[in-house]
Structures are given as C-alpha cells and as structure tokens.
C-alpha cells in the first residue's frame, strides 16, 4: 500500500530535520501531514568532527532549542597556521568552536522533531525518486510512498540529486579523520593544545587544496582529540601526496601516531553557486544542495538550508506552484547563500595560490585582513535569515 503525505522529507540529518522544525515553525498545521525517513536508526553513527560555529548555535537557538543539552566540548581559541605558526581567533565572553559528537546531536535534534509532533520512520532506505506532474513518487525497500512535495536531505551520498539530477556537476572534498586520546608522547604538548582547535594549511603547496585539523572533542564523557585532513580537490589535476601522509605527518609533530588509531574517510559534496538545487516537486537542503567549499564546513549550513526550504514549500503550497523554480535564486540571493558564495570565491582563491610565501603571508601577515573577511562574509549570516513563525 502506497503511503501519501504533503510533504515527504528523505534523511534525518541536520539538514532535513532542520527544514521539517522549521516547518512546524512556518506552516504548523502542515506538521502532520510531513514525514521524514531515514536509512539508519539514531543515534547513528556519522562521520564528522562536530565543529559547531556560533551561526549554528543562532539558528538552534531561535527554533528555540538549546544545544548545552548535548554533550559538547568548548575550544575557547581556534588557530589559523600554516606549518605551526599563524594566527589565534578567540572570541569575547563565549567559545570559539563548540564540539559535538554527530550521534549524540543528531539523536538529540530527532528528539526534539518528534517532540513537535513530527513523524520519522527509521531504517528505511529510498532507492528511486521519481518527480511527475502530480506528485513524487519514492520507491524505499519498505515500500513506496507518494508525496505533493519531497525534500532531498539524504546528504553527500544521497540518492535524491542522483535520482532527478543525473547530469548536474559533481563538486566532492576528500576528508579522512580520526579520533586519538589526549595523550600526547611529547611532553607540555596536550597543555598547549587542550582548550584550542587548530586548522594548519602546511598541505596546500603540496597540491592539497584544504587543512590538517585538530579539534579538543569527548566520546561518551572521555577527553580525546579529533584530528582530519580536507581536500577539496580544486588541485586535482597537480601531483599529490596520499592524503593520509600529511595527516600522519602532522600528527606525529603533535607526539600522536596515526597507524595505530583507525582512520576514515567520507566525502562532503560542496557548493557551486552555479549547480542546480531543485526540480519541480523536489528541492534539495544540506549537503545533498552542497556544504561551505573553504572548510567543509556543513552542519550550521544544513540548518540554514532547513529555514529556507521551509518558506518555499509554505510558498509553493500557498501559490499551487510546486515548480520551486525561484528556489536557487531565493538561497543564493539570502544570507546562507551570501556567505556560501563568499566561501566559494575565497576556496578557489586561496587553494589555487597555493606558493608556499602566499599561504605564509596569509595566515601570519595579514591577521587583521583575514579576520575582518571571516567576520563579516564567513561568519554573523544566520542572524540575518528570517525569523521562523
Ligand atoms: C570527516 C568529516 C568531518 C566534518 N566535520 C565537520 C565539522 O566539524 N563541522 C561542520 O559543520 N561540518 C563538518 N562536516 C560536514 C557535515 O558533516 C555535513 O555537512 C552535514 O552532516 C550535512 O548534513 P546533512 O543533513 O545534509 O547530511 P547528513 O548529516 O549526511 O544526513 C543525511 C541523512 O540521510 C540519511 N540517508 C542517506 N541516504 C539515504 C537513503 N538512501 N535513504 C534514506 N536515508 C538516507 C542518512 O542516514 C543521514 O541520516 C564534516 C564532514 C566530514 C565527512
């Protein structure tokens, strides 16, 4: 028996539960005919370093939830190095980096959806998305299911953009990570780096276009660090080294050593703003739309995304317009899609100037230069995105 619903919102991630919160907010008496699926069962596990930037904490905060309630860690300072030296960010009266681990904040926003009154089935994996005239049809292996409206939500992987985009460009990041204890073989070492996160761009003379990072992180009230290297892959045509050695390399200048902890990879597909975002009945949030190029850096942008879906979905329910054709000039001309553009053009600024005295004058001599650019086109957009009601 096919299921039928308004909207039918694919993966659980903090891109769709992000738009499906959001929805309760804009259109609540839409909150029982939205359901959401996912492949997985929460708390599941999914690979990310959990850096949580005050944007994110913002677009929680007035979709009035408080992440505090999530085991986190602070880095009260985040550097900014190239080969160990370069510039320190704190921030006044607050933290400069909160850090989650994804199954804990996952589980707890899922909570939080069904609180609300939001349907999720779990362990349900889509296979096919079909867009017609009238509606979507989803093929899962727990059935089929139809909808007025779908979200693709199922992150970098996912099956949506494949299924009604399946020519569009790919724009993907290498990422490996792993999680180390605290304790570092050379001495003074840990003291330094304990309340710190680090992003050091030693790697992108060598073909490398991202960052070795090391965050301070918990795991199930444990003390350990994160560490990962980013690779957008904007120097793909250049030789490169594995991308392992460099995060081995970093790692043991910091006294950890990376073959006896279990490294693993994920891509992240990031944004252009030239790609397409949507067809008739189907948009795309999060990932699946594409993450922040410059870091990687997706989960404050998977929120964003949520406010801004929700508004064309109540837009398209409202009009009987389900072409959701202004979609892409709606996110890029918002303030998510303002700092997305920015961190765009300053990935394939920075990565392809990639001389070693470039990237040395960048993060040593020009502080107060790159600060006043994070400040005002990376960072403060998501106070600038409407307020849901
Ligand atoms: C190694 C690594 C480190 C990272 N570190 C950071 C960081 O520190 N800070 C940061 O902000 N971002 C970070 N990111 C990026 C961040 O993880 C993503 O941008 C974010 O998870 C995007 O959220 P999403 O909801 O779009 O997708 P996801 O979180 O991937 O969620 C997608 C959901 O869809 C479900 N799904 C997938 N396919 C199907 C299917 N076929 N059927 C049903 N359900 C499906 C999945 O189970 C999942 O629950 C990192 C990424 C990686 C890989």
Known sequence: MTVSVDVLI????????STALHLTQVCPRLTPSVLILDKARHPRPKLCAGGLVADAEILLQRLGLDVREVPHMDSLAAHFDFAGRGLSVRVPKRH????????????????????????????????????????????????????????????SNGVTRRCVLPNAPVHTARVLEVLTSTESVVAGSNDRRKQAAFFDFFVVPRNIAGYVWDFPTQVQGEPMRCWGIYDTNLLAGESRPPLREPLAEEMSRHGYALNQHELKGHPIRWFDPFDPISVPRVLLVGDAAGAD???????????????????????????????????????????????????????????????????????????????????TVVLNWARRLPIPK
């Not at 694919?10 to 539960?17: D, Q, S, T, V």
């Not at 889509?126 to 939500?153: H, N, Q, W």
């Not at 929700?310 to 890029?332: C, G, M």
Request: proline share 4%; glycine share 10%; charged share 25%.
């Open 10 to 17: 694919l993966g659980a991630g903090p891109a769709g539960l």
């Open 293 to 375: 190029p410059l870091f990687g850096e997706g989960i404050s942008i998977a929120l964003g995304y949520g406010n801004l879906a929700a508004r064309e979905i109540k837009r398209a329910l409202e009009t009987n317009d389900p072409s959701f054709s202004k979609y892409r000039r709606h996110v890029l001309a918002s303030p998510l899609g303002g700092t997305l553009i920015a961190r765009w053009l300053i990935a394939n600024f920075i990565y392809t100037l990639k001389w070693k005295w470039f990237q040395v004058l960048l993060w040593r001599g020009l502080k107060p230069v790159v600060i006043l650019t994070a400040w």
């Open 96 to 155: 400069a980096l909160r850090v989650i681990r994804r199954d804990e904040f996952d589980h707890w926003l899922a909570e939080k959806a069904k609180s609300r009154g939001l349907e999720i089935r779990e362990q349900v994996t889509v296979k096919d998305v079909r867009p017609d005239s009238d509606g979507v049809t989803v093929i899962t292996d727990a059935g089929e299911f139809r909808a007025r409206l779908v979200v693709g939500a199922d992150g």
